[in-house]
T-cell receptor
């Protein structure tokens, strides 16, 4: 597709369940980002990949959060043993460059609700 | 670490009227500044950005923003609002040669007929 695609668009998980969120970046984009957007807040940085290398995971809130991009294209954000505070919209973005001079393109996000 | 403040949570404006959204940042050096728009069910779309040079920057959809170093501000403006401008607007700051953004909490704009 022409843009960043995320799936599923909506996910309801029971507390304690594991979830996996998928991001298909724009083809050829080197950089891939995950952000978490809580209700009424701006996006907050979670993690950054440059090709298949995870260069920064400083924003991951706990060791229950894990992200991968094994072939430098599609990325998966996994959350284990989900908690209510994990409820948020998870945004993926990709960029052709490696610094902010190049525009990052955002997907529509996955809205996760933990009940 | 850099931070961004958007003082206005919600703004209502009449169609055809002017719009100004405020953004203040905290960062020691010259930041990279961005404005994004998020329409319902849509991803974030970049409106404009400032890296250096002319402090008045033009963006898409008729928006402009002015960087004022003395006030640590980067306010977004549009002379005449259209109903399709109803959305949430986010200001963001980044650091030169870095890759991640720090976003403000956003301002929701409602446009009344």
């Amino acid at each position: 597709g022409a843009g960043v695609s995320q799936s599923p668009r909506y996910k309801v998980a029971k507390r304690g369940q594991d979830v996996a969120l998928r991001c298909d970046p724009i083809s050829g984009h080197v950089s891939l980002f995950w952000y978490q957007q809580a209700l009424g807040q701006g996006p907050e940085f979670l993690t950054y990949f440059q090709n298949e290398a995870q260069l920064d995971k400083s924003g991951l809130p706990s060791d229950r959060f894990f992200a991968e991009r094994p072939e430098g294209s599609v990325s998966t954000l996994k959350i284990q043993r989900t908690q209510q505070e994990d409820s948020a919209v998870y945004l993926c973005a990709s960029s052709p460059g490696t610094v902010l001079n190049t525009e990052a393109f955002f997907g529509q996000g996955t809205r996760l609700t933990v009940v | 670490a850099q931070s961004v403040t958007q003082p206005d949570i919600h703004i209502t404006v009449s169609e055809g009227a002017s719009l100004e959204l405020r953004c203040n940042y905290s960062y020691g050096a010259t930041p990279y500044l961005f404005w994004y728009v998020q329409s319902p069910g849509q991803g974030l779309q970049l409106l404009l950005k400032y890296f250096s040079g002319d402090t008045l920057v033009q963006g898409i959809k008729g928006f402009e923003a002015e960087f004022k170093r003395s006030q640590s501000s980067f306010n977004l403006r549009k002379p005449s609002v259209h109903w399709s401008d109803a959305a949430e607007y986010f200001c963001a700051v980044g650091v030169q040669n870095d890759y991640k953004l720090s976003f403000g909490a956003g301002t929701t704009v409602t446009v009344r007929a």
